[in-house]
Each structure stands twice: as C-alpha cells, then as structure tokens.
Nanobody, 128 residues
C-alpha cells in the first residue's frame, strides 16, 4: 500500500509561482508512474501532468504546457510540480497519483481510473 502526501499549496497572485511536492511511502517508488491531477469546485478531476510508464518522458495538459514542470527525485521518493505564471483558472485542489507500472499497459495514463493510489490533495488558489 502506497501513501501519498501532497504539500506546497497556498494562495498566490496571478503570475506567481508555487512548487507542489508529493512524498510517497509504503512502496517501491520506482515501481510507480506518477501523475498530477486537479479538481476545481463543481468540476471533474482533470489531468495535469504525468510521467510515462518508463519514466523517460513527461506529458502535460494543453492548459498548463509551458508553465508547469513535473519532476521526481527517486532518492527522496518525491514528485514535484513546479507551477509558474499561475492564472486564476489554475485554482483547484491538486492531487498526486501513482500507478503500478507492472499492472499498467498504458505508456501514459490520462484518466483517474488508471491510477491506483491518491493523495489527499493540496489547495492552490490564484487571485486576480
């Protein structure tokens, strides 16, 4: 069983930056492909960014491409989401997620159903 704990959310003005962290425990970190999702009030949880199954590439939603960067530190069992040039429409609860590479057939997973473990989320609020 993998536990994921996000941190780093907060209130920031438009144009500002935040770095989210997701610390994993209880499993072999390198066995999981990690991703980030977000959910705004009244909306469904949506894909933000993820690593491919082999860890060799990263994918971003069009809405964040060029502004957000996903990275991971296997030595620290942590995945990050650097968010720059934040916009009010980025306001949401951000969740990190993990999928077991051995049980996943997708090179990149864009839907919540393909992830096995979730964190509790961290609130990001961007003021205009």
């Amino acid at each position: 069983q993998v536990q994921l704990v996000e941190s780093g959310g907060g209130l920031v003005q438009a144009g500002g930056s935040l770095r989210l962290s997701c610390a994993a425990s209880g499993g072999t970190f390198s066995s999981y492909a990690m991703g980030w999702f977000r959910q705004a009030p009244g909306k469904e949880r949506e894909f933000v960014s993820a690593f491919s199954r082999d860890g060799g590439s990263t994918v971003y939603a069009d809405s964040v491409k060029g502004r957000f960067t996903i990275s991971r530190d296997n030595a620290k069992n942590t995945v990050y989401l650097q968010m720059n040039s934040l916009k009010p429409e980025d306001t949401a609860v951000y969740y990190c997620a993990a999928r077991n590479i051995a049980r996943s057939t997708y090179l990149v997973a864009f839907t919540t159903a393909n992830y096995d473990y979730w964190g509790q989320g961290t609130q990001v609020t961007v003021s205009s």
